[in-house]
């Protein structure tokens, strides 16, 4: 793999490598531990983290995703319904997992209390909408 004057990898060459041995019938796995601050130090690319919502952001989202879909009913259920289960509040604080719970809570008014469950359930959500 070319890398820059630095040594570190370059970002257009890695992702040449990954289309090659995808196309090619190789299976690459591809591993980053986001906990280690210089991992996967490709030239080029970008570092972004995206800060939790806290419990008025979340109210705020659910406002905006069902209110907009002229539910304004839907969406105080739905804060409801978090604020009596901890574990799914505490992954509501994720955007994109709050974004998920707002999808699979369009179709339904509950959540599922086993959280592989709950996973499976957004999964089938994504595959399908």
Known sequence: MKE???????LLTYCDWLVGAKHSG??????????DPNA???????KHEVADFDDEQIRTFAQKWF??????DRAKLFVE???ENECIKKLATSPLLLTLLCL??????NFLA???????????????K
């Open 4 to 10: 820059s004057a630095k040594g570190e990898p370059d």
């Open 81 to 83: 319904k978090l604020e």
């Open 26 to 35: 190789d299976n690459p796995s591809i591993n980053l531990d986001i906990s």
């Open 67 to 72: 209110g907009g879909k002229g539910d304004a």
């Open 114 to 128: 086993n959280r592989a469950e709950l996973y499976k359930e957004g999964l089938d959500v994504l595959l399908n």
């Open 40 to 46: 996967l130090p490709l030239r080029g690319a970008c």
């Open 104 to 109: 699979m809570f369009e179709d339904t008014t």
